[in-house]
């Protein structure tokens, strides 16, 4: 009688006395490592191939006088695993790309209240101290900050800091930190406000030319300009270089203070620049926007990415719904688009330009983000209705001014 191989396991359960044809234990060698790749893992695939293998030379030798011994136990190997492919997003869905907006007409949307006086500075507002600030507004010639209340004072600033200076407001309103020529200051909002509670935190000399970041919490600062980023501890005064935080990469934090942050490609690649996210256990894991092409300034909830999008495909005419400037909401756990929302201009204005920002998730649905319309005289705080494609007005201040706000204290009025 002649076996196939499909035929092996059932001639060895019945020990009949056929005798398999040569190559026989070859072949049922090679099907055992195929089906181990689909079913079964590498070492326990192998450990049954050597036992078949072994068992089929028996049989064979079971009615000859020159019976040969069982086969030795092959030795069994373990191969690395295979690397997960990386999550690369996926394309846009043309029915998440909402209406062109045009944000020449931001002062005709709808007002938000979120607490923040609709018009900064306070032309009529109270003068005194203040403890607590929804706003701050830094120019070349004056700070000032704006309570809750209404209330508005001036704040001074340590001296020398020059004219490219970043002071930023914290999430919870009650600190200023501030960089510069003259070095990295901070201080509590105490109701002191002449100039005399700065404390000042040693940084590298490459620092005091970057830009001020908080992290949630309103305890750490990351300074981030050209060189190595630099992690600043206000109640230690410890510092800690970022070097994956150099030449400007777009980065944000999201609530646990867990940082997400742009590593670009080693070469041109379609997949684009990395997404690093760390995951709170000392590691990170990569992702790639793909066809999103470029996706800066980010805003983090803790399910959902917010954008400025870049346009880098216009070559002339009227480019295609997706090939615009715009504001784009991503879910983090697989970059699918929420919404796209594209800007009525031609494109770099606004994304590479760094004339719409967003700034902070006010829900899981709500993007707060600035706009400065071309030609315009005054910059805006607005909301995105990620789901519905609503806009709202919160806060509108002269350009002269940059201008942060204390995200912890946005509410719904």
């Avoid at 949307?109 to 609709?118: F, T």
């Avoid at 997949?271 to 996706?295: H, N, R």
Wanted: hydrophobic share 40%; proline share 8%.
């Amino acid at each position: 009688m002649t076996l196939d191989v499909d035929d092996l396991h059932d001639v060895l359960d019945r020990a009949t006395d056929a005798v398999a044809p040569v190559g026989m234990a070859a072949r049922a060698l090679s099907t055992a490592r195929r089906r181990r790749t689909r079913r079964r893992g590498i070492a326990a695939g192998l450990a049954s191939a050597a036992a078949v293998a072994g068992v089929v030379v028996a049989v064979q030798g079971a009615g000859g006088p020159t019976a040969e011994p069982p086969a030795s136990p092959a030795t069994t190997t373990t191969a690395p695993p295979t690397p997960a492919e990386p999550l690369v997003a996926p394309d846009i869905p043309l029915d998440r790309i909402q209406d062109r907006w045009d944000p020449r007409g931001a002062e005709g949307l709808p007002v938000l209240d979120l607490g923040i006086p609709r018009v900064l500075p306070l032309v009529d507002g109270g003068t005194g101290a203040v403890g607590t600030a929804v706003a701050l507004l830094e120019s070349d010639g004056e700070t000032l900050l704006v309570g809750p209340d209404g209330t508005q004072a001036a704040l001074d600033l340590p001296d020398g800091l020059g004219t490219q200076r970043s002071v930023r407001l914290s999430p919870d309103g009650r600190r200023v930190a501030a960089v510069g020529s003259s070095g990295f200051f901070w201080r509590d909002l105490d109701g002191d406000i002449d100039g005399g509670s700065w404390e000042r935190v040693e940084v590298p000399a490459h620092a005091r030319e970057g830009s001020v970041g908080w992290l949630p919490g309103s305890a750490v600062v990351v300074l981030q300009g050209y060189g190595p980023g630099v992690r600043v501890d206000l109640a230690t005064g410890a510092t800690r270089l970022l070097p994956h935080l150099a030449e400007y990469v777009s980065w944000a934090a999201d609530p646990e203070g867990r940082l997400t942050y742009q590593r670009p490609a080693d070469e041109p690649s379609t997949t684009g620049a990395a997404l690093v996210s760390e995951d709170g256990d000392g590691g990170t894991a990569e992702a790639f926007p793909g066809p999103l092409e470029s996706i800066q300034r980010y805003a983090l909830s803790d399910s959902s990415l917010a954008a400025a999008r870049a346009n880098g495909a216009v070559v002339g005419g009227r480019p295609a719904a997706h090939d615009v400037d715009g504001l784009i909401a991503l879910d983090r756990a697989t970059l699918a688009t929420r919404a796209l929302l594209p800007v009525e201009d031609r494109a770099g204005y606004y994304a590479d330009g760094g004339h719409l920002v967003p700034t902070s998730w006010l829900d899981d649905d709500t993007v707060l983000f600035t706009v400065l319309p071309r030609d315009a005289a005054k910059e805006y705080l607005l909301a995105w209705d990620v789901e519905s494609g609503d806009l709202s007005r919160v806060a509108c201040w002269p350009t002269a001014y940059d201008a942060s706000f204390a995200s912890d204290l946005a509410t719904r009025r």
